[in-house]
Nanobody, 115 residues
Framework: QVQLVESGGGLVQPGGSLRLSCRAS????????MGWYRQAPGKERELVAD????????NYASSVKGRFTITRDNAKNTVYLQMNSLKPEDTAVYFC????????WGQGTQVPVSS
């Protein structure tokens, strides 16, 4: 069974940066579009960025466009999310999954943005 393991979260001040990583076990990573999602306290999970199979196409939620960058390394079965200019409203648990969210969710990585 494919497992998703997110890492890289932690407390950050407003205006700061973090780089999240998500490693997928199993062989399906390189043949699928991937996405980063987040779930803020009391809110539904939302897609913030996605990337095509070979990384040629990316899409971003309007709330993060220009601040977040999604990339992937298929040789390492890993997808990354570089987050810059973080705001308190970016506070959430961040998850990765296939673009269609078809895999079981991992535990996510917490990103509190606070001074």
């Amino acid at each position: 069974q494919v497992q998703l393991v997110e890492s890289g979260g932690g407390l950050v001040q407003p205006g700061g940066s973090l780089r999240l990583s998500c490693r997928a076990s199993g062989g399906i990573f390189s043949v699928n579009a991937m996405g980063w999602y987040r779930q803020a306290p009391g809110k539904e999970r939302e897609l913030v960025a996605d990337i095509s199979r070979y990384g040629s196409t990316t899409n971003y939620a309007s709330s993060v466009k220009g601040r977040f960058t999604i990339t992937r390394d298929n040789a390492k079965n890993t997808v990354y999310l570089q987050m810059n200019s973080l705001k308190p409203e970016d506070t959430a648990v961040y998850f990765c999954n296939l673009r269609n969210a078809a895999l079981p969710w991992g535990q996510g990585t917490q990103v509190p943005v606070s001074s």
